[in-house]
């Protein structure tokens, strides 16, 4: 089975710190991809980053870089130089070849809180 | 915009009582996948239909059911609706997955409606 932890629950920062939000995942498949959503106060998902797990390079988009590591079975996510729009739920999510033949449902982590003081 | 929409947004209604969300995908998405946002249970994956056809089922209820139209949108409807199905539901829709699987292929998702169950 899968299954995703993301150990931290809330995170409280200072405007322009830099704050890590950690994922560990769980699979017996071979082939999978991992996922970071953002959900603001308003509640819709927006979709962050998709890696498959052949690909162990980490990205960089602006602000914010993710640190994939099959050999621990993490996927962090930073935010560099944090802001007060940053502030919102995020989730790390995965999906797996024995998700289902055919098919591709996310299993998703409880989501850390992270709020951004000005 | 994801280009995913749900209604109602909100809907608030009694105990006992039976309720429809409607989606409608992506124009040329296959595939919608129900999810359901609760406190309790975090995101979870409720179940998944493929040009019509059910393809996957999660943690759905007896209660809860779903099905997709011709015109590929889709509803889910729940019925003898208790305090605890209080929650945020996702639509979410990709151009995948078929009978033989495939390549993953991203999910969109919806503004999401906020179901209040009093």
């Known amino acids: 089975a899968q299954k995703v932890t993301q150990a931290q629950t809330e995170i409280s920062v200072v405007e322009k710190e830099d704050v890590t939000l950690d994922c560990v995942y769980e699979?017996?498949?071979?082939?999978?991809?991992l996922f970071w959503y953002k959900q603001p106060p308003s509640g819709e998902l927006v979709f962050l980053i998709r890696r498959n797990s052949f690909d162990e390079q980490n990205e960089i988009s602006g602000r914010y870089s993710w640190n994939f590591q099959k050999s621990t079975s993490s996927f962090n996510f930073t935010i560099t130089a944090s802001q007060v729009v940053d502030s919102a739920v995020y989730f790390c999510?995965?999906?797996?070849?024995?998700?289902?033949?055919?098919?591709?449902?996310?299993?998703f982590g409880k989501g850390t809180k992270l709020s951004v003081i000005p | 915009d994801s280009g995913v929409t749900q209604t109602p947004k909100h809907l608030i209604t009694a105990t006992g009582q039976r309720v429809t969300l409607r989606c409608s995908p992506r124009s040329g998405d296959l595939s919608v996948y129900w999810y359901q946002q609760s406190l309790d249970q975090g995101l979870q994956f409720l179940i998944q239909y493929y040009n019509g056809e059910e393809r996957a089922k999660g943690n759905i209820l007896e209660r809860f059911s779903a099905q997709q139209f011709p015109d590929l949108h889709s509803e889910l409807n729940l019925s003898s609706l208790e305090l605890g199905d209080s929650a945020l539901y996702f639509c979410?829709?990709?151009?995948?997955?078929?009978?033989?699987?495939?390549?993953?292929?991203?999910?969109?998702f919806g503004p999401g409606t906020r179901l209040t169950v009093l």
């Open positions: 979410a829709s990709s151009d995948g997955t078929g009978p033989q699987g495939g390549p993953y292929n991203e999910q969109f």
């Open positions: 699979t017996r498949d071979t082939t999978y991809y």
């Open positions: 999510a995965l999906t797996d070849a024995y998700s289902g033949a055919g098919s591709y449902q996310l299993t």
